[in-house]
């Protein structure tokens, strides 16, 4: 039997695994609902009880979180407006800086992210905070 981290590099990679590698994702109202009907108390209890192999993530710190001239949107320059649906709410995208670009020059002039917007320093130090499954 393969480990997680086995499963998602064999993925990767190209090559077979013992089985298709799981995610899982779910609001927090809905993964609170599930710690509870499982009977578990940790996140890593549920990953564990349902065969999740989780993919762990890493990413570099922000050094610019919005266009200069649009702080309400991120990096891409969207903007979200939470949307309640009755026991919680997700981000919706309202608006894209794109959306409304009918030219080569309209999509040139965007303010696309660039590399040093991100402080990548951190990377390593993540990794090492990881479980090595």
Request: net charge negative.
């Amino acid at each position: 039997m393969m480990t997680s981290r086995e499963r998602w590099l064999a993925l990767f990679g190209g090559r077979s695994s013992d089985r298709l590698p799981t995610d899982y994702w779910a609001t927090a109202e809905f993964h609170a609902q599930l710690k509870n009907h499982l009977g578990v108390a940790t996140d890593d209890e549920v990953w564990e009880t349902l065969g999740i192999d989780r993919p762990w993530a890493v990413a570099p710190r922000a050094r610019l979180a919005h266009p200069p001239d649009d702080p309400q949107a991120d990096r891409w320059g969207v903007r979200r407006a939470a949307v309640d649906y009755g026991s919680g709410h997700y981000g919706e995208a309202v608006h894209h800086p794109l959306a409304r670009c009918e030219t080569v020059a309209d999509i040139e002039r965007f303010r696309w992210p660039e590399p040093d917007d991100l402080d990548f320093s951190g990377i390593a130090a993540q990794l090492d905070a990881r479980p090595r499954q």
